[in-house]
T-cell receptor
Framework: GESVGLHLPTLSVQEGDNSIINCAYS??????FIWYKQESGKGPQFIID?????DKRQGQRVTVLLNKTVKHLSLQIAATQPGDSAVYFC????????????FGSGTRLLVRP | SAVISQKPSRDICQRGTSLTIQCQVD?????MFWYRQQPGQSLTLIAT?????????ESGFVIDKFPISRPNLTFSTLTVSNMSPEDSSIYLC???????????FGSGTQLSVL
């Protein structure tokens, strides 16, 4: 069976509530960041991205916030739905390795009905 | 976005054997990559598959263990050689379209080595 997410931190939220998933990145020189969603048995799915010259970007029901001072990235999901249950990964691209994504450790989001 | 087909989707293999994983994209892409996702962990880049030349491997990964081919701009293979149980992982193909840094992933190959 699927083994992704067995040992990951878990965030449990009530359906309809807002979710906030946090990520601390490692390289202060990184200039591009992406959030991915990975459902059981599937590859990571692109959600939203942000460049280092921005501190906020909004998509459909999702917002990414970037705090370069403390090297922190967050993903906010509004009105969380059961279909949002998945493992979420942040990824960063160092400025000197523009094609290499470095993935964070991931957070499992569980949505309670 | 590009449609990425990866096969097999899963396999159970015996120790000491090799498995070749295929990645087919429905459009020409500039960059193709292979990632490994060990059980319960995040994704780690194995190598960049270069069209018409040898792949570029990340630290900890070598060509003898993970030979990669990329004969054209839409296809790549990753072979996991002389497998051991420690190779049990999900192997993922990813592509970058038009150098915009947004990576898309295939559905992965879940490999179990007995």
């Amino acid at each position: 069976g699927e083994s992704v997410g067995l040992h990951l931190p878990t965030l449990s939220v009530q359906e309809g509530d807002n979710s906030i998933i946090n990520c601390a990145y490692s390289n202060s020189a990184s200039d591009y960041f992406i959030w991915y969603k990975q459902e059981s048995g599937k590859g990571p799915q692109f959600i939203i991205d942000i460049r280092s010259n921005m501190d906020k970007r909004q998509g459909q029901r999702v917002t990414v916030l970037l705090n370069k001072t403390v090297k922190h990235l967050s993903l906010q999901i509004a009105a969380t739905q059961p279909g949002d249950s998945a493992v979420y990964f942040c990824a960063e691209t160092p400025m000197d390795s523009s094609y290499k994504l470095i993935f964070g450790s991931g957070t499992r989001l569980l949505v309670r009905p | 976005s590009a449609v990425i087909s990866q096969k097999p989707s899963r396999d159970i293999c015996q120790r000491g054997t090799s498995l070749t994983i295929q990645c087919q994209v429905d459009s020409q892409v500039t960059m193709m990559f292979w990632y490994r996702q060990q059980p319960g962990q995040s994704l780690t880049l194995i190598a960049t598959a270069n069209q018409g030349s040898e792949a570029t491997y990340e630290s900890g990964f070598v060509i003898d263990k993970f030979p990669i081919s990329r004969p054209n701009l839409t296809f790549s293979t990753l072979t996991v050689s002389n497998m051991s149980p420690e190779d049990s992982s999900i192997y993922l193909c990813s592509v970058e379209e038009q150098r915009n840094e947004k990576l898309f992933f295939g559905s992965g190959t879940q490999l179990s080595v007995l």
